[in-house]
């Protein structure tokens, strides 16, 4: 398993959680994953055997956010 912490701009509620959290944690490969929206950070444990991390960049850029 591989941990990253991701900057994310434009979360700013619970429905921005749930979008992030219900869309990333889908994707198969992931385990955790986890946003704090005081830090703009969303944390990722994933297998990258089985999800790389730009598609989990992607899945987080679908949903509206900006990933720095």
């Known amino acids: 398993m591989e941990k990253v912490t991701l900057n994310v701009q434009g979360m700013s509620c619970n429905h921005c959680v749930k979008a992030v959290e219900g869309s990333v944690g889908t ?13 703009a950070t ?5 297998n990258p055997e089985k999800v790389s991390l730009d598609k989990i960049k992607d899945t ?9």
Not at 27 to 39: E, F, R, S, W
Not at 42 to 46: D, G, I, P
Request: zero cysteines.
């Open 60 to 68: 987080i850029d679908d949903q509206g956010y900006d990933v720095k």
């Open 42 to 46: 969303v944390a990722v444990e994933f």
């Open 27 to 39: 994707l198969d490969g992931v385990n955790t994953v986890k946003v704090n929206l005081k830090d």
